[in-house]
């Protein structure tokens, strides 16, 4: 029984009960209407109760039947029924309401909520508009400014601002007692919404409109919501919500929502890996090796997920530096209210830093995060192994370098495993776990229960040059540089990728993270470097005339003392110089031709980590490029967007390529029988 009914004295309870988060699927869409129809048989009852059980609510509509044609009873019937009910029907909202759970407690005459708990309308981060009434509803009830505002946004709010924008009428500890005690005059006093004048339009709610639509203006969902809830002020309740559920529909089946969907699908399965906890004795010790960039974000994540944390440096004046770099974070993290003044004094109290590995000795995992070296890598392995317990895993943030020679220091490499963050280590949601040869089941159940526990999203990749993000990254990055070469310009190229949906092109992200990494990187490669594949050096001599970025004012752009970008005729010169002293004639790209040409290259790349097994699925490149690289969320991720395009397509575009190029844009074989088998790349399975 998804719903459960109960009298308790002159009040009828209705309890949603489907766990674990009540879920409004058909089940609980039947129990509601019987318990409407049972309603009508009970004759004296002066309020009807709609709680949740348990700790939550409702966290929406069932996501298993998104795809599937409509069933009745339909939820926009029912909480019209309870709309029109003649007995007051008050909503305990006992945890979170979210989507079709606060669309049905805007159906109710009254709102009593437990204290901080969420509400709210995330249906346009699934590419659609809320499609029972929150259109309408939410706007007569606390105006169109803030409704627009909540629900373009698709951001839950507290239980507090609900109270404080007349989302709810009341927060309680106990709501149901409040409820059961709410005085008869109260209820009577509480107004259904459809009651409520139409709302008005305000210049605050315009502006609000304007500023929520050039921040996702890829998106059609938050477009198409604010036009309905602004609508809400011009058409009657009962045309407002046909004109709604027409929206919800529209946009149910189009290509924005599909992606979306796959990708939340994709994020949940990588989440619900099944995991054996680490054993019993393990302790809630973390140490981090190197304090630097990555290693002072690893621990600032490891203190917020409420590890206690070691942070090792190579001498006293490092470790007193990778101190203050994770003290900077903490107080970061306070100014901007992420965390409270009492969770940053909590997160010092837990928070080591020094130069002695004797301090790591009951940690049960080590992460290394120290310079990019395989020597230095290596000579840290081997203290970390005498330093730690025999039970504790060893961990690596090596960005490219093999986990296998790596490992190859230690007595039990079965140990160790690759957990790969990225830059900044506290924002970013990706989670690299790489396995090495050896690597034991444990050391990988060790590397996802961290992940989970920093709400990461774990993505399991095997060992090559750079794994699976990196190593894309590498391709993409070598295929813009052949188009620099060829006859574009890095802002063209920028230009071209940010139409995309990209936050940044390919070369201001160089320009962020610094573009001497690539290049020590590309000097680690050249001994084995394909001496058939073209190499173009503008990157090299972009780092060999100190242009290293951000970080010294000048890299592919000019920055400004307060960091504004800027074109900068020296690159040109010195691409045009490249081109000259390469005997190549310059041809222009169109903005389209640049987005093929770098999406069509990684594509293909991915491709082959598949068939290598390096991914273990295309959904797993999709979190990767999403969740790692900027790849716009709304495209559902590269290998996803490359279905959309079709494989056959992306081949005949490399085969073309490869008449220029027959080395880099050699296509995968995966492409081929892709093709041939008449496969999606999402299908494909080695
Ligand atoms: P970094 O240069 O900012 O920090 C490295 C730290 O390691 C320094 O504080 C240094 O003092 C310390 N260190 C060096 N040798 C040591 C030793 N023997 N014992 C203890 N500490 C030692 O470098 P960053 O950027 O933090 O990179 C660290 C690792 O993370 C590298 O393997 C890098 O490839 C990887 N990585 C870097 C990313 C980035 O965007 N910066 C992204 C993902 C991974």
């Known amino acids: 029984m998804a719903v459960r009914t109960r009298r308790e004295k002159s009040n009828f309870i209705v309890e949603l009960d489907n766990p674990p988060v009540n879920a409004i699927g058909l089940a609980v869409r039947k129990g509601l209407h019987q318990a409407l129809e049972k309603l009508k048989c009970h004759k004296d009852v002066s309020r009807v109760i709609l709680i949740g059980k348990g700790d939550v609510f409702a966290a929406g509509g069932d996501l298993k039947e998104f795809d599937l044609p409509p069933v009745a009873p339909h939820l926009p019937d029912l909480i019209a029924q309870i709309e029109a009910s003649e007995v007051p029907w008050i909503a305990v909202i006992n945890g979170t309401a979210l989507g079709a759970g606060c669309e049905l407690i805007l159906g109710c005459s009254y709102r009593i909520a437990v204290p901080n708990c969420q509400v709210g309308f995330p249906e346009v981060t699934f590419g659609v508009v809320p499609g029972c009434g929150g259109t309408q509803r939410l706007p007569r009830l606390i105006g169109i400014e803030d409704a627009i505002a909540l629900i373009s946004q698709g951001k839950p709010i507290s239980s507090g601002k609900a109270l404080a924008i007349g989302l709810i009428d009341m927060i309680s500890e106990d709501p149901l007692a409040t409820a059961i005690k709410l005085s008869d005059s109260t209820i009577l006093n509480a107004k259904n919404i459809c009651q409520m004048p139409s709302p008005r339009v305000t210049h605050g709610a315009i502006k609000v409109s304007g500023k929520s639509v050039s921040r996702n203006s890829d998106l059609v969902a938050p477009k198409k919501a604010i036009e309905l809830v602004l609508k809400s002020a011009d058409v009657p309740l009962a045309e407002g919500l046909k004109l709604e559920r027409e929206t919800f529909y529209e946009l149910h089946s189009n290509e924005q929502a599909r992606s979306l969907r796959h990708v939340i699908f994709a994020e949940r399965k990588a989440n619900s890996v099944q995991i054996p906890i680490l054993d019993a004795e393990s302790s809630d010790h973390v140490a981090v090796i190197g304090g630097g960039a990555m290693g002072s974000g690893i621990g600032y994540a490891l203190l917020s997920a409420g590890y206690r944390v070691t942070v090792i440096e190579s001498d006293s004046a490092s470790s007193e530096r990778a101190s203050s770099n994770v003290l900077k974070l903490i107080d970061a993290g306070i100014k901007r209210e992420y965390i409270t003044q009492s969770d940053g004094l909590n997160y010092r109290a837990r928070l080591r830093t020094s130069s002695d590995y004797a301090e790591i000795a009951d940690a049960s995992v080590a992460i290394e995060a120290v310079f990019e070296d395989m020597q230095v890598k290596k000579s840290v392995f081997a203290m970390m ?18 986990l296998n020679e790596i490992a190859g220091v230690v007595e039990d490499p079965s140990r160790v495993v690759g957990l790969h963050f990225f830059a900044p280590a506290h924002i970013m949601k990706l989670l690299e776990i790489v396995r090495g040869d050896a690597t034991s089941q444990r050391a990988l159940a060790a590397g996802f229960a961290i992940a989970r526990r920093l709400r990461k999203v774990p993505v399991l990749a095997g060992v090559c040059d750079g794994f699976i993000g990196n190593r894309i990254l590498s391709r993409y990055r070598e295929a813009a540089d052949s188009l620099l070469l060829d006859g574009a310009l890095p802002w063209e190229v920028d230009q071209a990728m940010v139409n995309f949906g990209y936050p940044m092109g390919p070369y201001e992200a160089q320009d962020l993270s610094g573009l001497d990494i690539a290049y020590a990187n590309r000097r680690r490669q050249d001994a084995t470097r394909d001496p058939d594949r073209r190499y173009v050096s503008i990157a090299d001599k972009m780092v060999e005339n100190d242009r290293l970025g951000r970080k010294s004012g000048l890299g592919w752009y000019q920055y400004s003392a307060s960091g504004q970008k800027q074109i900068d005729g020296r690159v040109e010169a010195l691409i045009l110089q490249e081109s000259r002293r390469e005997g190549v004639s310059r ?79 050699k296509p995968s074989q995966v492409l081929y029988q892709c093709v041939a088998e008449n496969l999606n790349i999402s299908d494909y399975r080695r």
């Open 587 to 665: 041809v222009e790209y169109s903005p389209n031709e640049i987005q093929q040409r770098l999406l069509s290259a990684m594509i293909n790349e991915a491709a082959d980590i598949l068939q290598e097994g390096i991914a273990q699925s295309a959904a797993d490149v999709d979190l990767v490029t999403i969740f790692g690289y900027g790849f716009p969320r709304w495209r559902g991720g590269l290998m996803h967007y490359a279905d959309y395009v079709g494989i056959g397509k992306i081949l005949t575009k490399l085969e073309n390529l490869q008449e220029e190029d027959f080395v880099a844009w």
């Open 385 to 402: 192994e005498t330093s730690v317990a025999d039970s504790a895993i060893l961990a690596s943030n090596t960005s490219y370098l093999d």
